[in-house]
């Protein structure tokens, strides 16, 4: 019974919700006050200044929703979001296509637990304002659906208007980074290849000379392919390859132990892209992370914020 009246009330939830403020219920109680004496006594001046607090309320009630009417929010990451350490959500409310300013806005988000609350006093007409918000992930995956409330105290602060909004955040917490020594599991090997790693570094032998570029050093000048040439030539080195760190993360294996270990490699992972070193991980017997191509920071710690113990990949909330 408790379920489907809930489900009633989500499907047939108000558009438009209004909270009264402590000043408003002041303002009401002082509105009925002026009505009861002026029907007690008929006095005129009495019936006029009972019309004007009417008339304060109705102006109050439609100047907020011109205020409201037509914002749009937007929400998106500001930072790289670690698991227990803070992170930031850059938050745009947009009055695109309005005519009119809008005035003393609160947008309220709700996920997963967490409450952020970001205040715009003014955002011009069909301009946009910007909020950077703080919030601490509490675990590692894909944040949750957010709920968005936009509201107003316009123009007077007897009501607080509000309507619900849309706002879609794509956003994955990536596991808090533990760096309690060397994660288990990890090995050097050559790179499979057989050429240079992507973070190899340059060797001593020459393999030939190319054209100068502004960039190049003087000391890599190479003089007889210059005075051969006529032009100015610099040597072309090997690269020698690089040892690829393999990091096994076993599964499936036990959730409080998986989620230690996924720590662990997240700190390795940040160490390897510090010192340019290559990197690949595996879970289980599976390839998660290869040592090749580009983006390997964030394919690497996408691969950890997904993974589960039992080696599947998955989105799941905060």
């Known amino acids: 019974m408790?379920?489907?009246?809930?489900?009633?009330?989500?499907?047939?939830?108000?558009?438009?919700?209004?909270?009264?403020?402590?000043?408003?219920?002041?303002?009401?109680?002082?509105?009925?006050?002026?009505?009861?004496?002026?029907?007690?006594?008929?006095?005129?001046?009495?019936?006029?200044?009972?019309?004007?607090?009417?008339?304060?309320?109705?102006?109050?009630?439609?100047?907020?929703?011109?205020?409201?009417?037509?914002?749009?929010?937007?929400?998106?990451?500001?930072?790289?979001?670690?698991?227990?350490?803070?992170?930031?959500?850059?938050?745009?409310?947009?009055?695109?296509?309005?005519?009119?300013?809008?005035?003393?806005?609160?947008?309220?988000?709700?996920?997963?637990?967490?409450?952020?609350?970001?205040?715009?006093?003014?955002?011009?007409?069909?301009?946009?304002?910007?909020?950077?918000?703080?919030f601490l992930p509490k675990r590692r995956g894909a944040l949750p659906p957010v709920s968005c409330a936009v509201s107003t105290l316009f123009p007077f602060a007897l009501f607080e208007k509000s309507m619900d909004v849309a706002a879609e955040i794509s956003l994955l917490v990536y596991p808090a980074p533990s760096g309690a020594g060397e994660p288990e599991a990890i090995r050097a090997v050559p790179d499979p290849s057989g050429g240079a790693a992507p973070a190899g570094r340059q060797g001593t032998a020459i393999r030939g000379a190319r054209e100068h570029l502004p960039a190049d050093a003087v000391r890599d000048i190479h003089w007889k392919a210059s005075a051969r040439m006529g032009k100015w030539m610099v040597k072309e080195r090997e690269r020698e390859a690089a040892s690829v760190s393999d990091l096994r993360l076993p599964a499936p294996c036990p959730p409080h132990e998986f989620e230690r270990l996924v720590s662990r490699a997240c700190d390795f992972v940040l160490r390897c892209e510090r010192k340019g070193q290559p990197y690949r991980l595996w879970v289980g017997d599976r390839l998660g992370v290869d040592a090749s191509g580009g983006g390997r920071r964030p394919r690497a710690l996408t691969f950890l914020a997904l993974v589960e113990c039992d080696g599947t990949l998955s989105g799941r909330g905060t």
């Open 2 to 134: 408790k379920a489907a009246l809930s489900g009633f009330r989500g499907k047939f939830r108000l558009s438009r919700r209004l909270r009264v403020t402590i000043e408003g219920k002041g303002f009401l109680l002082l509105t009925l006050g002026v009505g009861a004496a002026a029907i007690n006594t008929g006095n005129n001046l009495l019936y006029i200044a009972l019309s004007m607090n009417l008339s304060l309320i109705i102006l109050s009630g439609i100047l907020s929703e011109w205020c409201i009417r037509g914002v749009s929010v937007q929400v998106r990451p500001a930072s790289e979001a670690f698991a227990s350490r803070e992170s930031l959500l850059a938050v745009t409310c947009s009055a695109a296509g309005k005519r009119f300013p809008a005035m003393s806005l609160t947008v309220d988000l709700a996920f997963g637990g967490t409450r952020l609350t970001a205040r715009f006093p003014e955002i011009p007409a069909g301009g946009s304002a910007t909020r950077v918000l703080s």
